[in-house]
């Protein structure tokens, strides 16, 4: 409990640091100064809040044989970048146990912490490296960093998690890493197709692209 609130302070403490409330500043519409238009941000960021806490609960609000635990991190740092995500990942942990009655607000905070800011942080520290060492490139963008980037990400957050006390209930240790893979390749497939999709006809819903960057024209031979 001690770690996870450590880990919890210090993120949320650099995050508000950088201010993330001026993405979701309205900016200057065709009309002029007087035509102000929501951010795009604003949608995935709704959606988040609607669907995210759902998925965080349904483990604890149904029985199953293997809780299957679904983090979305990657998916929120790619549409709302780090220090959005991070406060935002947060309250998705609180509205989670306010729909669980079975998940208690210290568990909640595992969850945030492991599902969420571990992982967020993991990939945001990935999405740097690619853009840092590999070609800018849409197909770099959608499988190095929407998929494999997740698979990465969620897995050795999940295994950063058991190691910490988090083990999945009712599963042997060696079981349960193959579960955490397996379920890391789940959230993987999930990331990289809404990726494609989004930036193909939403690429404003994602903070993290740039047409600039990754659809910049060869230079003339």
């Known amino acids: 409990m001690f770690l996870e609130a450590s880990i919890a302070l210090l993120a949320l403490a650099t ?7 001026r993405m979701l500043a309205g900016r200057t519409g065709p009309g002029g100064p007087q035509d102000r238009m929501a951010s795009p941000l604003v949608t995935p960021l709704l959606g988040v809040l609607v669907l995210l806490p759902w998925i965080w609960a349904l483990p604890t609000l149904h029985r199953m044989p293997l809780q299957l635990q679904w983090s979305s991190a990657p998916l929120v740092v790619l549409m709302l970048g780090w220090p959005l995500a991070v406060p935002l990942l ?7 146990a306010l729909l669980s009655p079975a998940l208690g607000w210290g568990d909640a905070l595992g969850i945030s912490v492991w599902q969420g800011i571990v992982p967020a942080t ?8 690619l853009r840092r060492w590999l070609p800018h490139q849409i197909f770099v963008f959608i499988l190095a960093r929407g998929f494999a980037g997740t698979v990465l990400c969620v897995f ?34 999930v990331t990289g197709m809404v990726t ?3 930036v193909v006809f939403r690429p ?15 230079p003339a031979a």
């Open 122 to 129: 993991l990939a945001m520290l990935w999405g740097a490296a």
């Open 90 to 96: 947060l309250i998705v942990g609180g509205l989670a």
């Open 196 to 198: 494609a999709i989004f």
């Open 204 to 218: 404003q819903w994602l903070a993290t692209w740039s047409d600039a960057i990754y659809l910049r024209q060869p």
């Open 15 to 21: 995050a508000l640091w950088l201010r993330p409330w």
């Open 156 to 189: 050795i957050a999940a295994l950063l998690a058991q190691a910490a006390g988090h083990a999945l209930p009712g599963v042997n240790e060696d079981l349960s890493r193959i579960a955490r893979w397996l379920m890391a390749w789940g959230d993987a497939v």
